[in-house]
C-alpha cells in the first residue's frame, strides 16, 4: 500500500468523522431516541446509537417550560423515561438524613440536639449552625434557610422537596404553627423569626445536572438558590448551553435553540455519565485538578481542608503549589487517578449490574455457586438506585446500611502475593488498614483548630492548620503537609483496625439553659456593635498591644480574663450561664 492509498483512507475516515457529528435529524412528536446518520463510501446512510435521546424540557406541570417561560423540572422531564421518585427516594445524597434514627448518633457524640445522622440535622462544629425542631426551647435555623446555607453541598431532593413531618411538598405547606422552623426562619440582621413564603420559592428539586450534565454551572445555580430562587435552581444550571438567559432578574428560554416540539439535544446540554468534576462540585469545588494543580483550603473544598486528600493524576512536582522540597516530589496527588480510575469507579450504583458483583455475591442464596436472576439493562435504566457505594468513614454517618458496600483495597488488590516479604502477613492485613502504610504522609495543609468561642472581622470562628508555614491560602506560605496520626478505626462487624486520621479540635460555647451551641446570632451580638465594631470592653480586654485592633494572636480566649468579658457579653444578650465545650 502505497503513500496516496493511504493518505484516500486517511480523509474517508476524517469525512466519517466529521458527517457523525453533523447529520442531525430534527426530533419528531414522541421520539426518543432520533439517529445519528452518517455517509458511507457507497451512498447509504447509516445509524449509529446515541449517548442519550433528547430531551422534552418540562415544568413541574407537565407542560413545556416553552410555553409560558417557567421553571424546569427535572424530576418531570427526565421522569418521562427514569422513575425520579425512586431515584430521589433511594439517594442519600438527596435525603441527607430525613428521617433515619439518630440515637446511636446522639449517644456516641453526646450532642442532644442532633436531630439526624446526615447532613439535614447532624450538627457539625464547622458549619455550626443547629437545624432547629418544633420543640426547640431557642430558634435557630429552619428549612429555608439550611437550604441556603448547604446549597454548595446538597444536590436538592429529600428534604429540601417535601416535609419533614410528612410527604407533602414545601410549596403546598399550609403550616400556621407559630415558629415552626419548617416554615420559618430567623432574620440574621434583627434577629426575629419570620415566615418563609415557600409558594414563592417553591422548593428545592433534585438537580439531575449537577451529575449528569459535563459542565453544569453550580456557581450560577447556588446563587439563585441563595437569591431564595428555589424552583429556578435547575434552570440557573443551564446557563452558559445557550438555551437559557438571565438578565439579573428573571430567566429567559431562547426559544431558537430548541428543537421541534419542546425537545432540546443532549449533546446541547452535554449530557453524559458521572465525572470526577461533578463529583468535585460539592466534594472539592475549589479546585483546579488539571495540571498544574492549584487549590484552596475552605469548607467548599471540603476533601482538601478536612483530610488533605486530593484526586488528581497530576504529579506534585508539576503542581503549582507551593511546596517544600518539591523538586523531589514525583509522586502523583493521587495514584488511583494517575491510573486512570474515576471516583464511579469505587462509588457507583448499587444495582448496577457492571458493578455489582461485591453486593451480589454477599446477598445470593448460600447454596448456589452462580445465580442469574440479575437486573438487566433497561430495568436499571428505569429504576437506577443512586445510593452510590460507601466505605467505613469516621465523620460520615448518614446511610449508615449502605457502610462497606464500596470495594475496599483488598477487593482489588491481592495483597497475600505483593507482600509476601511480611511476617504473619494476614495479621497484619487483619489489624492494620492500608492506608497506614501506604498513605505515610499528606501534601496539603488541613485545619487543625475550629474555635467559635471567639467571632473574626468576617463573621467566622478562628482558625487553625498543620501543614503549612505562613497564612492559608497565601501563595508564598510553605506547605510541608503532615503525618496523619495512627487510631483504631471501626469497620464492618465490629472489626477495629489502624488507620490514619486527621484530628479537628473544635471549641464552642453552649447555652446552659437550652443544651445547645450558643446561637450565631447572639455569638455575633455578644461581640459586635450593630455598626460592625468589636464592643469596647472586648477592645479593652483582648487588645494587648493597646493598638485598638486585635489580631489572629490577640483573639483567643487563653486567659480568666478574656473568658469572663466574653461570658458577661453573652450573658447580656440574654444567653443563659454559658459554658465552653
Not at 503513500?3 to 475516515?13: D, E, G, M, R, T
Not at 455517509?39 to 430531551?55: D, E, R, T, V, Y
Not at 413531618?165 to 426562619?185: A, C, G, I, R, W
Request: proline share 5%.
Amino acid at each position: 500500500m502505497n503513500n496516496n492509498q493511504l493518505l484516500k483512507i486517511a480523509i474517508l475516515c476524517f469525512l466519517v468523522y466529521i458527517s457523525l457529528f453533523d447529520k442531525c435529524i430534527a426530533v419528531p412528536e414522541g421520539s426518543i431516541y432520533p439517529p445519528l446518520t452518517f455517509s458511507l463510501a457507497n451512498g447509504k446512510k447509516a445509524k449509529i446509537k446515541k449517548f442519550h435521546p433528547s430531551i422534552k424540557l418540562l415544568d413541574n406541570q407537565g407542560n413545556s417550560v416553552l410555553k409560558n417561560n417557567t421553571a424546569l423540572s427535572l424530576m418531570k422531564s427526565c421522569g418521562t423515561c427514569h422513575n425520579t421518585d425512586y431515584i430521589e427516594r433511594n439517594n442519600y445524597h438527596a435525603q441527607v438524613g430525613l428521617n433515619e434514627s439518630v440515637t446511636s448518633i446522639i449517644i456516641q457524640s453526646q450532642q442532644v440536639w442532633n436531630s439526624s445522622s446526615g447532613l439535614f440535622g447532624r450538627w457539625n462544629p464547622l458549619t455550626y449552625r443547629v437545624l432547629s425542631s418544633y420543640n426547640d426551647t431557642l430558634f435557630d435555623m429552619g428549612t429555608a434557610e439550611w437550604i441556603i446555607a448547604m446549597s454548595p453541598r446538597h444536590v436538592g431532593g429529600g428534604p429540601a422537596m417535601k416535609s419533614r413531618y410528612s410527604d407533602q411538598v414545601l410549596s403546598e405547606t399550609l403550616n400556621n404553627k407559630p415558629f415552626d422552623p419548617e416554615t420559618h426562619y430567623l432574620d440574621p440582621e434583627i434577629g426575629l423569626i419570620r415566615k418563609w413564603n415557600f409558594q414563592a420559592s417553591g422548593g428545592l428539586e433534585l438537580n439531575c445536572l449537577m451529575c449528569h450534565m459535563s459542565e453544569p454551572n453550580n456557581k450560577s445555580r447556588i446563587q439563585t438558590i441563595q437569591n431564595g430562587q428555589f424552583k429556578w435552581a435547575s434552570t440557573a444550571t443551564l446557563i452558559g448551553s445557550g438555551i437559557v438567559d438571565n438578565n439579573g432578574e428573571t430567566f429567559i428560554w431562547c426559544a431558537s435553540e430548541f428543537q421541534p416540539h419542546g425537545y432540546v439535544s443532549a449533546e446541547v446540554i452535554s449530557l453524559s455519565h458521572p465525572k470526577n468534576n461533578n463529583c468535585q462540585q460539592c466534594h472539592g469545588r475549589e479546585c483546579q485538578c488539571m495540571e498544574p494543580v492549584i487549590f484552596k483550603n475552605s469548607l467548599e473544598n471540603w476533601s482538601v481542608e478536612t483530610t488533605g486528600e486530593l484526586f488528581s493524576s497530576g504529579k506534585l512536582i508539576d503542581s503549582g503549589m507551593n511546596l517544600k522540597n518539591k523538586s523531589t516530589l514525583f509522586l502523583p496527588w493521587d495514584i488511583h487517578a494517575q491510573r486512570l480510575l474515576s471516583c464511579t469507579t469505587c462509588h457507583y450504583s448499587l444495582n448496577n449490574p457492571t458493578y455489582q458483583e461485591k453486593e451480589y455475591n454477599q446477598s445470593k442464596p448460600t447454596h448456589l455457586q452462580f445465580d442469574a436472576r440479575k437486573m438487566n439493562i433497561n430495568e436499571y435504566l428505569y429504576t437506577p438506585d443512586h445510593n452510590l457505594a460507601k466505605g467505613h468513614t469516621a465523620q460520615g454517618t448518614v446511610a449508615p446500611q449502605f457502610s462497606g458496600t464500596m470495594r475496599n483495597c483488598r477487593d482489588c488488590h491481592n495483597a497475600e502475593s505483593s507482600h509476601s516479604f511480611l511476617p504473619y502477613a494476614s495479621l497484619h492485613f487483619e489489624k492494620i488498614a492500608c492506608q497506614t502504610c501506604h498513605i505515610p504522609k499528606i501534601y496539603a495543609p488541613v485545619r487543625q483548630v475550629t474555635d467559635w468561642t471567639v467571632i473574626t472581622k468576617n463573621g467566622q470562628p478562628r482558625l487553625e492548620y498543620r501543614g503549612i508555614h505562613g497564612q492559608i491560602n497565601d501563595s508564598s506560605s510553605l506547605i510541608s503537609g503532615y503525618t496523619p496520626l495512627l487510631f483504631l478505626h471501626e469497620e464492618d462487624k465490629k472489626l477495629l483496625r489502624v488507620a490514619p486520621y486527621n484530628l479537628i479540635i473544635s471549641w464552642f460555647w453552649v447555652n446552659d439553659f437550652s443544651n445547645q451551641p450558643v446561637r450565631l446570632y447572639d455569638l455575633k451580638a455578644a461581640y459586635f456593635t450593630r455598626n460592625g465594631l468589636y464592643h469596647d470592653d472586648i477592645i479593652k480586654t483582648m487588645d494587648v498591644d493597646k493598638n485598638s485592633h486585635l489580631s489572629e494572636e490577640e483573639l483567643i480566649l487563653n486567659t480568666p480574663e478574656k473568658i469572663s468579658v466574653v461570658k458577661n457579653r453573652l450573658q447580656s444578650v440574654g444567653v443563659k450561664n454559658p459554658i465552653i465545650m
